[in-house]
């Protein structure tokens, strides 16, 4: 059974940073495509950030490009989401999801992902 747990939200001041980490299990992470997404209230999810299988490609939303940095541990089976100079806009629930895949493509389209994690809270106070 694939099971995928975010950690690492909190509340943080304006201009601080988080680091978020994204664990699987009952999957290889090596042969998925992960991506993380963010949903504030009363807003759709959008994707944040998405990350090939190997590492090598990143994608990134226009409103995060610069301070946000994805990366992946395939021998962990983790996921990380490097956040910096957080804005209060960027307050919402994050999600971890994964997409098998047979390349190194990417997609922020969720959609596409099958395996979802419940979800870490990021509050940004001004």
Not at 79 to 102: G, H, I, W
């Amino acid at each position: 059974q694939v099971q995928v747990v975010e950690s690492g939200g909190d509340l943080v001041q304006a201009g601080g940073s988080l680091r978020l980490s994204c664990t699987a299990s009952g999957l290889s992470l090596v042969d998925y495509n992960m991506a993380w997404f963010r949903q504030a209230p009363g807003k759709e999810r959008e994707g944040v950030s998405s990350i090939s299988r190997d590492g090598r490609n990143t994608d990134y939303a226009d409103s995060v490009k610069g301070r946000f940095t994805v990366s992946r541990d395939n021998a962990k089976n983790a996921l990380y989401l490097q956040m910096n100079s957080l804005k209060p806009e960027d307050t919402a629930m994050y999600y971890c999801a994964a997409r098998r895949s047979f390349s190194q493509s990417l997609s922020l389209r969720a959609a596409s992902f099958s395996d979802w994690g419940q979800g870490t809270q990021v509050t940004v106070s001004s």
